[in-house]
Every structure is written in C-alpha cells, then in structure tokens.
C-alpha cells in the first residue's frame, strides 16, 4: 500500500501525468453536479415508496447504484452508463459472430473508429428505448406524474444525459487514466457511501441494528476487500527463454524472463457486462408495462391483467435475488461466460506466440508456434476458470450479505459494489504505474 501511495505521489510531480489524474477528477465533479439536476414530473414521496420497496432492492437498486443514486432523483443521468455498455456488448458479440465486422476491425484505427461509431448510434436508440420504457414504469407506478410534453422533454434529456455520460467515458479513456465506463460506475457507487453511512450510524444509535451486526459486516467487509486484491494480483508466470543474437560486436538475448498471465484477466468488465445483460429482459418488461402497449397487445385476445401478470412473472424471473435461485445461478453463469469472452479480447495466445517466436523467445520445453499458442492458450483456460468462479461467488454476495448480517443499509459491502470498486482502483493504480515505466521511473516500482 505504501508503495502504491509513492508511486501515486511520484506520478503527481510529473506534468503530464498529474494533468491526466486532474482531468479525471474535473470530469467526476461534473458528473456528480449533473446527477442532481432533477426532471421535472416525477413524485417525490411515490418515487421514496417505490425505492424503499421489492423494486429498490432489486434491480432497481442495482440501477440507482450504478446512475450514482440519479435514477431515485430521476435526474438527467438516470440512465447511467448501462446503454452504452450494452451496446458495447451487443458490437462485441456482432464483430465475433459476423465476418464482415471483424474484417472491418482488423482494418485498423478505421476499422474501430467506425464501429464505434455504430456503437454510439445504437446507444441513442438503447436510451430512446430505455427513457420510454422507465418513464412508462414510473407512471404505472404513480411515481410520474407528468403530461405528454413533460414526458416528450424528460425522454430527450435523459437520452442526452446518456449520450453525455458516454462521452465523459471516452474523454476520461482518451485523456485521463483509467478506463472510462469503469471510472463512472466507480464513481457512481462511491456518491452513494456517505449517505450510507449516516443512514448506518443513525439505525446503530436508535438501537435498530446491534453493534455486534456492525463488527460482522466491517470484518466480511475487510476479508472481501482482501480476497479480491489477492485475486487481482494473482498471476501465473510463463519463463521464456530468449537465445542469443550475435549483431556485429554485440549479443543479444540469452536471458530468461517471465510472461505473466493473470488470473483475472478481465479485471471488472465480465461482471459489468453480466449486470447489463442480466438487467436486460426486467428493463425490457418494464418498457412493456405501459397501459398502450398493454392495451395494443390486448387486442390478441389477451386481457390487461393477464398480460400485467406475465410481464411482472418474466421481471420477477430474470431478476436476481436471495429467494430467486434461478436468475441467480444464471447471472453466475453470465458472469464466467464473460469472464471467458473479456479474456479471448484482451489476450490473444496466437499473437502473443508468434511474437515470442519472432523476438527469438520460447517456453522451455514447448515448440514455438503452434504448440507455445496451444500450451498458452490452456494455461489460460484454466487459471481464467479460478478466476471467473470467483468472480461469480463475489457477485451473488450482494443479495447475502444483508439478509447474513442484518445490516441492509450499507450495500457497498454486497460483492458487485466492493468488487467494482476495488478492481477499478487497482486497474487504475497499475495504469498510473504504466504511465511511469513509459518515463523510466522503474525504481520506483518493486512489484
């Protein structure tokens, strides 16, 4: 930690690196002004009923945690992020699943440039779908309360509001350190723990939670923090043996170095993605639980309370929960498979193995080529297994750790919020590192 410390205050000198840290920070405080600028039309005491409820600590908790509490003020950001990151799912599937597009990506700056262009388009249309879909709910609700021209403007701003926060994703990507979509949903969760705090402290004096309640949650709080810094950092290191080189007067090579392969190879987007996807068919029944739509599908010969009820069913379904085993198990399972799918982006065997083949590098033991990409490629597969397992178990601790410790005030502690946080702190600590190695501050840096 001290070190991290030194290396963080190091970085600080420097001009340009200090420059990125700071700009970071501007774009975290305007995120945080705009996410209390309110929509006019919303009930406020329907809104605080609504939260306190099933819905609050369900999925709509999950999206009031990730929008930085702007969805319960049903602010301009209360989509949050999660339109971008789904759209971001949706291109990175497409480009594995049709050749056409990974062409293109193979293209080069192009190429990407162009996808994500695509990718923005088809976020205008997520939020379009979503800000719909969420004013539609409110309203059933009697949490809005709005008339068609209030409903047609809070629509367009909160559909800018998500087109805002994505570009404040890329710019911090672009000019700050750290990876943007992480860095706001960090953010988002990190405005939330002084209210929960007090909220914590006041239940603790008024007698409604016991102290022995508060040591328990602070210890699992500690062991979480510990076991994900362990996992994080955990790696497994290839040798490489490189040979020698004889250029004029001069040899090359000939030493034995490492190629580490880390755990979690992902970091914290496969549990990101997971969210977005698990949310996905409980925002879509929202979108549905509008009275029009309702009416229009009743036209099929179905009545409104029998459709009402099915769309409720698939939302209580699909939604994670301590006594929904089955959408719990299948956001487990969402998050290995993109724990997997995160690692196959990020790290390439082949590429890696025919760069080590080309610098004259080889695994002991291990044929270069074909063999080093196959040998990598299941070394990989395994540790990647520990990790996206662990992941998983992590990610179930939300809907426990309240019901286990009678403390159900204090969610940063549910395994998602403690799990984003620490893995984007870490990322973001090893990239402000990075950006010292590229300066040749290396004896600052042990590990």
């Known amino acids: 930690m001290q070190e991290r410390i030194g290396n963080l205050a190091q970085a600080m000198r420097l001009p340009d690196v200090r420059k990125r840290i700071l700009y970071v920070m501007v774009m975290f405080g305007v995120y945080v002004a705009c996410a209390h600028v309110p929509l006019p039309g919303v009930n406020k005491e329907a809104m605080e009923r609504l939260f306190s409820g099933a819905f609050g600590g369900g999925i709509g908790g999950l999206?009031?945690?990730?929008?930085?509490?702007?969805?319960?003020?049903?602010?301009?950001?209360?989509?949050?992020?999660?339109?971008?990151?789904?759209?971001?799912?949706?291109?990175?599937?497409?480009?594995?699943?049709?050749?056409?597009?990974?062409?293109?990506?193979?293209?080069?700056?192009?190429?990407?440039?162009?996808?994500?262009?695509?990718?923005?388009?088809?976020?205008?249309?997520?939020?379009?779908?979503?800000g719909i879909g969420m004013?539609?709910?409110?309203?059933?609700?009697?949490?809005?309360?709005?008339?068609?021209?209030?409903?047609?403007?809070?629509?367009?701003?909160?559909?800018?509001?998500?087109?805002?926060?994505?570009?404040i994703a890329d710019q911090i990507t672009e000019y700050g350190i750290g990876?943007?979509?992480?860095?706001?949903?960090?953010?988002?969760?990190?405005?939330?723990?002084?209210?929960?705090?007090?909220?914590?402290?006041?239940?603790?004096?008024?007698?409604?939670?016991?102290?022995?309640?508060?040591?328990?949650?602070?210890?699992?709080?500690?062991?979480?923090?510990?076991?994900?810094?362990?996992?994080?950092?955990?790696?497994?290191?290839?040798?490489?043996?490189?040979?020698?080189?004889?250029?004029?007067?001069?040899?090359?090579?000939?030493?034995?170095?490492?190629?580490?392969?880390?755990?979690?190879?992902?970091?914290?987007?496969?549990?990101?993605?997971?969210?977005?996807?698990?949310?996905?068919?409980?925002?879509?029944?929202?979108?549905?639980?509008?009275?029009?739509?309702?009416?229009?599908?009743?036209?099929?010969g179905f009545s409104d309370e029998s459709i009402y009820s099915a769309i409720q069913t698939i939302i209580n379904f699909t939604t994670p929960s301590q006594s929904n085993h089955f959408a719990s198990f299948l956001y487990f399972v969402l998050v290995i498979l993109f724990t997997y799918f995160y690692t196959a982006?990020?790290?390439?065997?082949?590429?890696?193995?025919?760069?080590?083949?080309?610098?004259?590098?080889?695994?002991?033991?291990?044929?270069?080529?074909?063999?080093?990409?196959?040998?990598?490629?299941?070394?990989?597969?395994?540790?990647t297994l520990a990790g996206a397992v662990f992941l998983g178990i992590v990610a179930l601790m939300q809907y426990y750790v309240g019901p286990i410790t009678g403390v159900q005030t204090f969610t940063l502690v549910g395994g998602t919020s403690v799990l984003i946080i620490v893995g984007v702190a870490l990322d973001t600590m090893q990239q402000v590192e990075a950006q010292l190695l590229m300066r040749h501050y290396r004896g600052f840096l042990h590990g």
Not at 74 to 91: D, K, Q, V
Not at 153 to 165: K, Q, S, T, Y
Not at 354 to 380: C, F, H, M, S, W
């Open 135 to 167: 004013i539609g709910f409110f309203g059933t609700m009697g949490a809005f309360q709005g008339g068609p021209m209030i409903i047609v403007f809070d629509v367009i701003m909160m559909v800018a509001g998500g087109l805002f926060l994505m570009y």
């Open 345 to 383: 982006v990020t790290f390439n065997p082949e590429e890696i193995a025919e760069n080590l083949q080309k610098n004259g590098g080889a695994v002991p033991g291990i044929r270069p080529g074909e063999k080093t990409r196959d040998y990598l490629d299941k070394i990989l597969y395994r540790i």
């Open 179 to 300: 990876q943007g979509v992480s860095l706001i949903i960090f953010v988002g969760i990190m405005t939330a723990l002084p209210q929960q705090l007090a909220t914590t402290v006041q239940m603790l004096v008024a007698g409604q939670i016991a102290i022995g309640n508060i040591l328990f949650l602070a210890v699992l709080f500690v062991g979480m923090i510990y076991g994900i810094i362990k996992v994080q950092q955990a790696e497994r290191k290839i040798p490489v043996q490189y040979a020698k080189r004889i250029r004029g007067t001069r040899v090359y090579g000939g030493q034995t170095s490492y190629l580490p392969l880390r755990v979690n190879q992902a970091g914290v987007m496969p549990i990101i993605f997971a969210i977005a996807v698990a949310m996905f068919p409980a925002q879509i029944g929202q979108f549905l639980m509008n009275d029009k739509i309702v009416h229009l599908v009743g036209r099929l």
């Open 63 to 130: 999206l009031n945690a990730f929008a930085g509490g702007s969805l319960k003020r049903f602010s301009i950001l209360a989509l949050g992020i999660m339109p971008y990151i789904t759209a971001s799912i949706i291109f990175q599937l497409l480009v594995m699943a049709v050749p056409s597009l990974e062409q293109l990506q193979k293209e080069g700056e192009w190429g990407q440039r162009k996808i994500r262009q695509w990718t923005k388009y088809t976020t205008v249309g997520i939020c379009l779908i979503q």
